[in-house]
């Protein structure tokens, strides 16, 4: 792999779902590239290709055609044992819901992936993530015995575990008060300018999507524009252009 190489790029990802005239195209062809180290946040209005984009791009989900290459590996050709072990090893989740394991310590939850994975503790990245993400007090304490906000914590730190080539965060502040959401945003933005990792995250809120580098906003499958160093009005503004055909339900456009 060469240093300069994407950590993600997808080419002409393309996915319908149905067939005759019940057929909904839910990628008509998006082309992205996401730089090692850095923050993407997708965003559009309900049904305009979304979770598809994240499901076929973490190898969760197939496509009709297209490719995605997580640094130097084309996973749209793997078998099945291979894309297991890319998902496994080289990309994190993060998810609204938070998917603790409720039996497990937040300690034991944080290092799971590496137990799976048969990966060795890196302690200093351990110890660093743990600093970084403020849970060091809590690592002892099961996923009920934490608030939302910790539990979100524990999850980010899951996720970045086996320092994956990217992060896939699906409405990661969804779940949580807007304070506790803030500061999830903040940890997201250290993980990536402080730790280097790369994450993409799917949001409908315009203030999570300003704390990314570039902002990727689909409509009926197909990406409608890019802003880079998004600010909350930067957002606005585009999602606005977007014509009222475009705005989905009404739930996502507040
Ligand atoms: N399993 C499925 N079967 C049929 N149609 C589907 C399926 N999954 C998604 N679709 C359709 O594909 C299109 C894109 O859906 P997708 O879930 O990717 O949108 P989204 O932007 O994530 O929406 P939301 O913001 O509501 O979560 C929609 O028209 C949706 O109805």
Redesign the pocket.
């Known amino acids: 792999m060469q240093p300069s190489e994407a950590a993600v790029r997808a080419v002409n990802l393309r996915k319908m779902?149905?067939s005759g005239e019940a057929a909904?195209t839910?990628l008509g062809g998006v082309d992205l590239e996401v730089a090692h180290g850095s923050f993407l946040a997708v965003m559009?209005?309900?049904?305009?290709?979304?979770?598809?984009?994240m499901q076929t791009m973490a190898g969760l989900d197939s496509l009709d055609a297209g490719e995605v290459w997580i640094e130097g590996t084309n996973i749209t050709r793997l078998r099945d044992r291979q894309l297991t072990r890319m998902r496994r090893d080289r990309i994190g989740f993060i998810f609204q819901s938070f998917n603790l394991i409720p039996t497990l310590t937040a300690e034991q939850n944080i290092l799971l992936p590496l137990k799976i994975a048969r990966q060795k503790q890196d302690k200093d990245w351990v110890s660093l993530v743990v600093k970084e993400l403020g849970i060091g007090e809590r690592l002892n304490h099961r996923p009920h015995e934490l608030s939302g906000g910790q539990q979100q914590r524990v999850a980010i730190a899951r996720a970045v575990m086996t320092q994956p080539a990217v992060v896939f965060a699906d409405e990661p502040t969804g779940n949580l008060d807007s304070g506790s959401g803030t500061r999830i945003l903040h940890l997201l933005r250290d993980m990536v300018s402080g730790l280097g990792q790369t994450v993409i995250m799917?949001t409908?809120d315009p203030k999570a999507a300003s704390y990314a580098d570039e902002v990727l906003i689909?409509a009926d499958?197909k990406t409608r524009e890019t802003i880079q160093e998004p600010t909350q009005r930067a957002v606005l503004e585009a999602l606005s252009r977007l014509e009222p055909d475009d705005s989905?339900?009404e739930e996502?456009t507040s």
């Open positions: 779902y149905g909904v839910a559009g209005p309900s049904g305009s290709g979304k979770s598809t984009l799917v409908h689909l499958g989905g339900d996502h």
